[in-house]
Structures are given as C-alpha cells and as structure tokens.
C-alpha cells in the first residue's frame, strides 16, 4: 500500500466551478500536509500547507485536513482558466521526509 | 538569490553511458533531496542529505549515487544508466524543523532520456 493515495483525475470542470481535490494517507506519524501546484513543464509550487486538524483558507483556496480520517481535500473556490495545472499533494514525517501523492491534473475550462 | 538550480536541463544518454546531475541552493539549507517524477507516479525520494558529508537513501535508490561534498551542492550520478531511468528529475532543499513548518523550495527539473 502506498502511503500517500491521490486520484489521478484527469479533472475537467467549466470556469467558476468549485473543485475538490482529495487524498487519503496511511501514516499517522505525519505532521505537515501540503499541496503543491504544478505546471506543465515546471517544478513543484507550493500552494498552501497545514498542521493540525480543520480548515485553512488562502484566497479562493481551502485546505481541510481529517487526521482522524487520514484524508485531506483542497477546495478551489470560482475556479479560473489559470488554475489549470496538476496538484500534488504531500506529507512530511518527523525527519523532514516528504512523501508526495501521484497528482490530479486539473483543466479550467473557459 | 537563485534558489535551487539545476544542471542541465534537458540530456540524452545511451544505455550503459554515465553522468552527474548538478543540483545547487543559495538559501543555506541543511536538507537536500533528488526526485524522479513519472507519469501517474507523482514523486518518488531517490535520496537525501540532512547536511554536509552525508547522504540516506529514499524509496528509489537503485542505479544512482550521490554526493553532498559542500552544503550548497548535491548531485546525483547515474553510472550506467538504463530505459527504466527515463524521468524528470527534481531537486529540493529546506530547514529542517519539527516545531514548525519548512517550506522545501524545488528546482526547475532535469528531463533525462535514456535510449
């Protein structure tokens, strides 16, 4: 089993849409719970980053994390053609080592 | 300031051929990291250094070596390289820390063929 699970989509949704990104993990030993956006081509931007159980808004962006459940979503709110992109999510054990989701790759539709 | 560079950016190689990638940060982290990332398997650690003079391995260390002889440098050399080592490779750097959040900070990506 993977320790990090993330639905590879590809994810089509028309512009304005509201989305939703998920990912399930394994390891309770995890701290930090990250997503990053990547575009093509490019490498890994983080995006938002959160610690504890709950919710963390940034903008039209929404981390939510459910330790209890081992799952983590990110919400994009009024979603634009720009936000077009593959989102990772990750998480960091106690040795700083970062385990990274497979990516969902997203495509705003104007 | 530069943040985490790499070098080069783009290489074909032949089987069995060898070469060093070059990873490079100006922001004096402790932790560096060297990534593959393929398609459907988002990225997966080959190793790590937590500092100067050491190196550990991560989930996919097999065929490739690595050396941190200076904090700001990290390279990872293939000795014989094969197919299956046709990836984009990723470096990264950050603090460590347990009582709060480092940002690991990426590189542009290495696009490795291997024919």
């Known amino acids: 089993q993977k320790e990090v699970e993330q639905d590879p989509g590809p994810l089509s949704v028309p512009e304005g849409a509201i989305v939703s990104l998920n990912c399930t993990y394994s390891?309770?030993?995890?701290?930090?719970f990250m997503w990053y956006r990547q575009y093509s081509r490019k490498g890994p931007e983080l995006l938002m980053y959160?610690?504890?159980?709950g919710n963390k808004e940034d903008g039209r962006f929404t981390a939510q994390v459910d330790k209890s459940s081992k799952y983590i979503s990110l919400f994009i709110r009024d979603s634009q053609p720009s936000d077009s992109a593959t989102y990772l999510c990750?998480?960091?054990?106690?040795?700083?080592?970062?385990?990274f989701g497979s990516g969902t790759k997203l495509n705003v539709k104007p | 300031n530069a943040g985490v560079t790499q070098t080069p950016k783009f290489r074909v190689l032949k089987t069995g051929q060898s070469m060093t990638l070059l990873c490079a940060q100006d922001?004096?982290?402790?932790?560096m990291y060297w990534y593959r990332q393929d398609p459907g398997m988002g990225l997966r650690l080959i190793h790590y250094?937590?500092?100067?003079?050491?190196?550990a391995k991560g989930e996919v260390p097999d065929g490739y070596n690595v050396s941190r002889l200076k904090k700001q440098n990290f390279l990872l050399g293939l000795e014989s390289a094969a197919p299956s080592q046709t990836s984009v490779y990723f470096c990264?750097?950050?603090?460590?820390?347990?009582?709060?959040?480092?940002?690991?900070?990426f590189g542009p990506g290495t696009r490795l063929t291997v024919l």
């Open positions: 990264a750097s950050t603090e460590p820390g347990t009582s709060a959040y480092n940002e690991q900070f």
């Open positions: 390891n309770s030993a995890f701290q930090y």
């Open positions: 959160t610690y504890s159980s």
């Open positions: 990750a998480m960091s054990d106690p040795f700083n080592k970062f385990y």
């Open positions: 922001m004096n982290h402790e932790y």
């Open positions: 250094s937590v500092g100067e003079g050491t190196t």
